[in-house]
């Protein structure tokens, strides 16, 4: 069972997601709990949902949803 599910929402943002894991996951490991880290993709035109898989195939905590077409803001 998972303690902590951490949802980010992505739209080509395949520079920021390197730098942004680096320093979130330190900060979720120090914790002391079990996390997920999802990652939404929102129709991204870049390689956003590339990084995240390879931030899966490192950590198995990251998972990865991938909306075919950018919904926008709610």
């Not at 993709?41 to 950590?59: K, L, N, P, Q």
Request: hydrophobic share 40%.
């Amino acid at each position: 069972m998972t303690d902590l599910s951490v949802v980010i929402p992505v739209y080509d943002e395949e520079e920021s997601l390197p730098p942004l894991w680096a320093e979130l996951c330190p900060v979720l490991d120090q914790l002391g709990v079990t996390f997920e880290v999802v990652f939404v993709d929102d129709g991204s035109r870049d390689r956003s949902a590339e990084v995240v898989r390879a931030f899966h195939e490192s950590d198995k905590r990251v998972r990865l949803v991938r909306l075919k077409t950018n919904g926008g803001e709610t």
